[in-house]
């Protein structure tokens, strides 16, 4: 079973600092990974992908990716009250007939002013 | 412009009615998808339209049926349903399911179903 593991216990930073959100995935084949932000009782929105190792940056958001720990991440610099809402880790996952997005629990960020 | 809509926004129907929930993307995306989503859990996808055929149904109930009319418009339609099929109904759209670079999948507002 392909998974994707997202620490899902709630992230709480004060407003200014850096929050940063991991998760891991289990599929060595997988090529792309995205960054979901959800406020509440809204849809997913996509942040940020990442295709390739190292790091991407957008604005106050960097994503890291290493395919050889299988690890990637989002980093969110000089965070916002605007910032608080559910970040999701997805992955995308081949199985040999279909692709689809595998999708970690999410993680809850408050940024608190 | 990466904009999917959803009609309606929100959606409620006893057991023994039918509705449709409709998604529209003008973005030319050749792939588009039905998710479920219940509070606090992350979107479980339910179908996959490749290039206007069904190419994932992830063991879907037969209450379900999607429709897929052409390569902007997606539909869901519901029988029968029951309490536990109450959620938010998430349609995305991304540009080539073939390709992992292209695997971007945007979705739309949502439906907000409850069944009564």
């Known amino acids: 079973q392909k998974e994707v593991e997202q620490n899902s216990g709630p992230l709480s930073v004060p407003e200014g600092a850096i929050a940063s959100l991991n998760c891991t995935y289990s599929?060595?084949?997988?090529?792309?990974f995205f960054w979901y932000r959800q406020y509440s009782g809204k849809s997913p929105e996509l942040i940020m992908s990442i295709y390739s190792n190292g790091d991407k940056e957008d604005g106050r958001f960097t994503a890291q990716l290493n395919k050889a720990s299988q690890y990637v991440s989002l980093l969110i610099r000089d965070s916002q009250p605007s910032d608080s809402a559910t970040y999701l880790c997805?992955?995308?996952?081949?199985?040999?007939?279909?692709?689809?997005?595998?999708w970690g629990l999410g993680r809850s960020l408050a940024v608190n002013p | 412009d990466t904009e999917v809509t959803q009609t309606p926004k929100h959606l409620v129907m006893g057991m023994t009615n039918k509705k449709s929930l409709k998604c529209e993307q003008h973005?030319?995306?050749?792939?588009m998808y039905w998710y479920k989503q219940k509070a606090k859990k992350p979107p479980e996808l339910m179908f996959v339209?490749?290039?206007?055929?069904?190419?994932i149904n992830e063991s879907v109930p037969s209450r379900f049926s999607p429709e897929c009319p052409n390569s902007s418009l997606l539909n869901l339609h519901l029988h029968a349903l029951q309490p536990e099929d109450s959620a938010l109904y998430l349609c995305?759209?991304?540009?080539?399911?073939?390709?992992?670079?292209?695997?971007?999948?945007?979705f739309g507002p949502g439906t907000r179903l409850t069944v009564t």
């Open positions: 973005m030319g995306h050749r792939a």
């Open positions: 995305a759209s991304s540009q080539d399911p073939r390709a992992a670079e292209s695997y971007e999948q945007y």
């Open positions: 997805a992955v995308n996952s081949f199985d040999g007939n279909n692709r689809k997005l595998i």
């Open positions: 339209y490749s290039y206007e055929k069904l190419s």
């Open positions: 599929d060595r084949g997988s090529q792309s």
